[in-house]
């Protein structure tokens, strides 16, 4: 039985106030069979994960997504030796920014995204100032990073589609060698899902926080993942087909008793059988495809 708490861990969860943690890696659940028809490791996410699969096969929402830019992890890419101390990386994590230079202003409205397969997509450009503001641009109280300057260049990041070219908006950080990296570019807008999200989380399935990475090699995937106060952490299943990846995330050992109304979040690492290529990366709680930072 559930105890109160755990019920207000849920009930937090619900109305989303997240409190996200910092934990260690851990590996998710081993990969499902790479057929059309793929199953995963755990039995209990195995109905929800077929289910959102089958929903977003060969459906338009699935060809709407595939014509767009969906970016998988994190638009910003550090400098070289980041950091150089504990005061710069939490000046970064708290988002604290000093400007002592000028921006440059940009007549460019637009720019392309480039596939390596040679397909493009252009979308609006976002401009320095924005793309700052993006950063967090604090300048408040405590460790501060200082922006001298930044010029307009080009990065590469993966995306729904594997990796791609990207203008970036490359920002001179005061005591480093090379520039702070900002993709100048949002991601399309998402289609309407074809299937609808679980009706509230259970400790046998959780929503994803975000995408923090996919490897080089597409061959795995790290996510961030929910769980709460009074658990062993979070796990992640996965179930292929040939066309996406389901992550299924929920908590293990949990435990009855007291304990604090927390949701916290930890970075999980699930194994594919082959790359993720152009395969949609689906939760199967929400029913929608995991969302990177922006």
Known sequence: MRTTAFRTVLSLAALGL??????????GSGASEPTGSGASKSAHTRPRALEVARAWDGSSAAETWRAGYYPLGDPVQLPDGAF????????????????RGDLPETS???????????????????DAHAAYDKLGGG???????TVTGAKLGETTVATSRGPATVPAWLFTIE?????????????SKPPKSPISAVDSPTNEL?????????????????????????????????????????LSGYMVGTKDGICTAQLL????????DRPLGDRILLDAFTGRPVRGAE
Do not use: I
Request: proline share 5%; charged share 30%.
């Open 18 to 27: 997240l409190v996200t943690g910092c934990g260690d890696d851990s590996k």
């Open 84 to 99: 150089h101390s504990g005061a710069d990386k939490e000046a970064y994590l708290s988002q604290n920014f000093a400007l």
């Open 108 to 126: 460019r409205k637009e720019a392309k995204v480039t596939w390596r397969d040679g397909d493009s997509l252009t979308l609006p450009l976002m």
């Open 139 to 145: 300048d408040g109280p405590g460790p501060r990073l």
């Open 175 to 187: 005591g480093y060698d090379t520039p702070l990296k900002r993709v100048a570019l949002g991601p």
């Open 206 to 246: 959780w929503e994803l926080n975000r995408v923090v990475a996919v490897s080089a090699d597409g061959r795995s995937v790290t996510v961030r993942a929910h769980h709460g106060a009074c658990d062993d952490g979070p796990a992640v299943d996965v179930l292929e087909t040939d066309d996406s990846v389901v």
């Open 265 to 272: 979040a930890k970075k999980v690492t699930v194994e594919l």
